[in-house]
Nanobody
Framework: VQLQASGGGLVQAGGFLRLSCAATGRTFNRYSWGWFRQAPGKEREFVAAISWNGDNTYYADSVKGRFTIPRDNTKPPVYLQMNSLKPEDTAIYCC??????????????????WGQGTEVTVSS
């Protein structure tokens, strides 16, 4: 099984990016999906998640209202639309496929698969 995030890059503050999480190697029925990021010198933190059926989405307070996972996007590729980017959004972003209660994803308790990250740099 492989997960790979892509779509990162260099963008000015206020700009936007759409990250994509491709997943191969198995079917992902009833898997929920999460996005995490890790900035230089900091621990990995939760960004956003969507439940396997699309009924629930979860966002970190720092990205709420700016980042979105479409509610119908419950199968790979899973997207993260990032608008109104800020310099503090600079980080390596990775995706995760989670089997189990989707509310566990924001706590970092992912049971499943982690993907390779993509770098996002937001200049001021």
């Amino acid at each position: 099984v492989q997960l790979q995030a892509s779509g990162g890059g260099l963008v000015q503050a206020g700009g936007f990016l759409r990250l994509s999480c491709a997943a191969t190697g198995r079917t992902f029925n009833r898997y929920s999906w999460g996005w995490f990021r890790q900035a230089p010198g900091k621990e990995r933190e939760f960004v956003a998640a969507i439940s396997w059926n699309g009924d629930n989405t979860y966002y970190a307070d720092s990205v709420k209202g700016r980042f979105t996972i479409p509610r119908d996007n419950t199968k790979p590729p899973v997207y993260l639309q990032m608008n109104s980017l800020k310099p503090e959004d600079t980080a390596i972003y990775c995706c995760a496929a989670h089997w189990g209660p989707p509310e566990n994803i924001p706590t970092g308790k992912v049971s499943g698969y982690w993907g390779q990250g993509t770098e996002v740099t937001v200049s001021s």
